[in-house]
C-alpha cells in the first residue's frame, strides 16, 4: 500500500494503481472531470498509464453551479 | 435619426465576445438552485444559450450520482466556465485551466475562455484590481479570451481591456446583493472609454441584479450584456424571473436602440395647445 493525498484527503490505496483506475474505484466519472497531479494537469489520454506513487498530491475536479 | 430596419437589424445582432457569437445578450449563471431539475427550467426560460459554471473538487463521498452537465443541454448552451473563490492571480490561472480541460473533453465550444474573477475581501466579495489585471495578463498569455470581472471604475477598465480583456465586465453592485445599479455615471464612462475608438467592444453588466428594471436599465445605458445567477435563483419563483429578464433584456436592448428622449426639468404638453376652448389662468 502506498499513501497519497486526494482532494486534500490523505487516502491509502495499493501499489501500482493507474489514475483510470482510482477515478474508476472512488467511482468518478472521467467525462466530466479534469485531474491534476502534483500541481500539473494530467491529459485525458494519460489516465490509464500514469501510475500513481507515494506523496502523490491528486485534485479531482469537475464543474458545479455558479456564477 | 435610425431607421426602423436598421433598429431591427441591431436588435437582433448578436453579441460578439472575442471569437464567440451568442444569440442572446443575457448570459446566467448556474449557481444557488434548490435544485438541478429547477435550475434547467430556469436556463430554458431566460432565453439565455450562455451559462456560467464554476470549477470545485469532486465529493468523493454523500454523492448524490448526479453532474450539473446532466442538465445542460450542452448543444444549446456555450459554458463560460469561472474562477469564483480564487483570491490570487495563481489560484485564479490554475482553475481557469483546469477548467478548460474539463470542457476540452466536452468538446464545448466555452473551452477557450473564462470569466475571470479574483476577490479581494469574503465579505464585499469584490475584485482585488491588482491581482485581477496580473491574471489577466497570464490568461491572455495563455490563450485564453478573458471575459474579466471588475469593479465599475473606469480607469481599471482601461487597463484591463488594455491587457487584452476579450470583455470587461464590471459589477452594477456587489455580487448577489441584488443592489441594481448603483453608479450608473461609472458604467456610462466605462461605456465611453472602452468603445470611443472600438465601438462593437463588450461591455457587459455583470453582478448585483435585484430585478427585471436592473436589466432594463444596464441595456439602456448602452451594455452589450448583462450576466446575473442570484436574482433569478433565489427569486420566489425562479422560472417566471427568469423569463422576466429576457423579457428586460429585450424591452432594454430595443430602448436603447430606439433612443431615449433627452430628460427636461419642466413639462411639455401632448396634446395641441392650438384650438383650445379654455383659457389659462396666467
Known amino acids: 500500500m502506498i499513501c497519497i493525498e486526494m482532494n486534500g484527503n490523505r487516502k491509502e490505496i495499493e501499489d501500482d494503481v493507474s489514475i483510470a483506475q482510482l477515478l474508476e474505484q472512488s467511482e468518478i466519472s472521467s467525462r466530466f472531470c479534469a485531474v491534476e497531479l502534483n500541481l500539473e494537469i494530467v491529459p485525458k489520454d494519460e489516465y490509464g498509464s500514469r501510475r500513481l506513487v507515494s506523496g502523490d498530491k491528486l485534485e479531482v475536479v469537475t464543474l458545479v453551479g455558479g456564477g | ?282
Open chain 2, 1 to 282: 435619426m435610425s431607421t426602423p430596419d436598421k433598429t431591427n437589424q441591431d436588435m437582433f445582432s448578436p453579441l460578439k465576445i472575442g471569437t464567440h457569437s451568442l444569440k442572446s445578450r443575457l448570459i446566467v449563471g448556474t449557481g444557488k438552485y434548490d435544485t438541478l431539475a429547477l435550475m434547467r427550467d430556469s436556463l430554458a426560460a431566460s432565453g439565455s444559450d450562455c451559462v456560467t459554471v464554476a470549477v470545485r473538487r469532486e465529493k468523493l463521498y454523500d454523492r448524490e450520482g448526479k453532474n450539473l452537465l446532466d442538465f445542460i443541454d450542452l448543444d444549446r448552451f456555450t459554458l463560460l466556465p469561472n474562477t469564483a473563490g480564487c483570491y490570487n492571480a495563481t489560484d485564479a490561472v490554475r482553475v481557469a485551466r483546469l477548467g478548460r480541460e474539463i470542457l476540452r473533453s466536452l468538446e464545448n465550444p466555452g473551452a477557450d475562455w473564462v470569466k475571470l474573477e479574483v476577490l479581494g475581501d469574503s465579505k464585499t466579495l469584490l475584485p482585488d484590481p491588482l491581482a485581477t489585471l496580473e491574471a489577466c495578463k497570464r490568461l491572455v498569455d495563455d490563450g485564453f479570451q478573458v471575459l474579466c470581472y471588475t469593479s465599475d471604475d473606469p480607469i481599471m477598465a482601461v487597463r484591463l481591456k488594455s491587457a487584452g480583456a476579450a470583455s470587461v465586465m464590471p459589477a452594477g453592485s456587489p455580487i448577489g446583493s441584488g443592489q441594481g445599479i448603483l453608479n450608473p455615471n461609472n458604467l456610462k464612462i466605462i461605456l465611453e472609454y472602452l468603445k470611443s475608438d472600438d465601438p462593437d467592444y463588450p461591455v457587459i453588466i455583470d453582478a448585483g441584479v435585484g430585478t427585471a428594471s436592473d436589466v432594463a436599465i444596464a441595456f439602456e445605458l448602452g451594455a452589450d450584456g448583462v450576466l446575473l445567477n442570484t436574482a433569478i435563483a433565489h427569486a420566489r419563483d425562479p422560472v417566471a424571473m427568469a423569463s422576466a429578464m429576457r423579457h428586460a433584456t429585450e424591452a432594454g436592448r430595443l430602448a436603447y436602440l430606439a433612443g431615449r428622449i433627452p430628460r427636461k426639468l419642466y413639462a411639455t404638453a401632448s396634446s395641441p395647445e392650438e384650438g383650445l376652448i379654455t383659457s389659462r389662468p396666467w
